[in-house]
């Protein structure tokens, strides 16, 4: 299920009609909230009062009223409303501006033209979501530069919160089941147990395909998961994430190392030479395993040109220094 959410500053007026016209229309591909920042403790009267008259909704009685972004599960899609600079930012798979002009104060004429158009727009959403849904593309055309920001969100909503906040609920599991995977991100991290890039970046089922192998090292087994996911996928970025005190980065800086974990620390050693700083020998292992999966797939006609980025989570603060 496809979740949206209608946002504009006081959720009272525009974003409350839209989420009703949205929860009319019963799609079984997408469920509608609305939220705002600085809400009013009610829905506009007169909006109340004319989609009562107009459309037959009633919508304090079927239970809406004006909420808090932080008040809504995680969206895929974000709609303003249109109140330019001031509208609200919540993160989102994508986000458009339906730039509508606020009826509060003015005609019943002007709310009802207003209401119209949500209506009409509502609608042309629906078409479009379902036939998205049915392409199983939604994540197909988000960019590098989206899915970053989406990360970037994801690990500063996780900073200021005690437990899992992505979407595990039996709904999005039944949803990826049904219709399969569009992850937005490729994350390579280390196997340490300390490091769980769901966790770090607020991601539930569905949204990351993770790769985790001690001192995030690059062989063909990780270029083969990064080709399926970028090239099958749709996945348009990929992420090296290591981390601070690394055992494998550890070990090889010390040289001791023995059975198959030399493997691991012969790897890390061409990355790190003579480096004994554990946190710049983490960051010289990721920059090379950056440079490894670019230079894997430079001739690959479709993968030339997916973005490669590094980056090292901090263990004790929770936070991805981007590299
Ligand atoms: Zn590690």
């Known amino acids: 299920m496809i979740r949206i959410a209608f946002i504009c500053k006081h959720n009272s007026c525009r974003s409350q009609i839209a989420e009703a016209f949205a929860k009319a229309l019963e799609s079984d591909v997408f469920e509608s909230y609305s939220a705002g920042t600085a809400v009013k403790d009610r829905i506009n009267p007169d909006a109340v009062r004319l989609m009562k008259q107009h459309y037959s909704i009633d919508m304090e009685k079927e239970g809406q009223h004006p909420k808090m972004l932080d008040e809504l599960p995680p969206v895929d899609g974000v709609i303003t409303m249109g109140c330019g600079v001031q ?3 919540l993160p989102s798979k994508w986000r458009e501006d339906w730039g509508l002009e606020d009826p509060t104060g003015k005609s019943d004429e002007a709310f009802l033209k207003t209401m119209e158009e949500i209506r009409l727009r509502v609608i042309e959403l629906k078409d479009r979501l379902e036939q998205k849904y049915m ?9 590098a530069d989206e899915s970053l920001t989406l990360l970037k969100k994801g690990n500063n909503s996780y900073l200021n919160t005690e437990k899992m906040q992505g979407d595990v609920s039996p709904e999005i599991r039944q949803d990826t089941a049904l ?5 937005y991100a490729i994350i390579i991290a280390c196997s340490d147990s300390r490091v769980i890039p769901e966790a770090i970046f607020s991601a539930g089922i569905g949204d990351l395909f993770t790769i985790r192998v001690a001192g995030n090292v690059i062989d063909d087994h990780q270029l083969g998961s990064v080709e399926y996911a970028a090239a099958h996928l749709h996945c348009p970025l990929t992420v090296v994430l290591g981390h601070t005190h690394c055992g ?3 070990a090889a800086i010390s040289g001791h ?3 198959y974990i030399a493997s691991i620390t012969d790897e890390i050693k061409k990355a790190i030479g003579d480096e004994k700083d554990d946190l710049k020998a983490s960051e010289l292992n990721v920059r090379r395993n950056v440079s490894l999966i670019q230079k894997a797939f430079q001739e690959h006609p479709e993968l030339s040109s997916m973005k490669v ?3 090292v989570y901090d263990i004790e603060t929770g936070k991805v220094e981007w590299l």
């Open 87 to 89: 509208c609200p930012y």
């Open 257 to 259: 190392a023995e059975g």
């Open 135 to 143: 392409e199983a593309d939604m994540t197909e055309h988000m960019t």
């Open 248 to 250: 494998a980065v550890g």
């Open 309 to 311: 980025i590094g980056a």
């Open 179 to 183: 219709n399969g995977q569009n992850p």
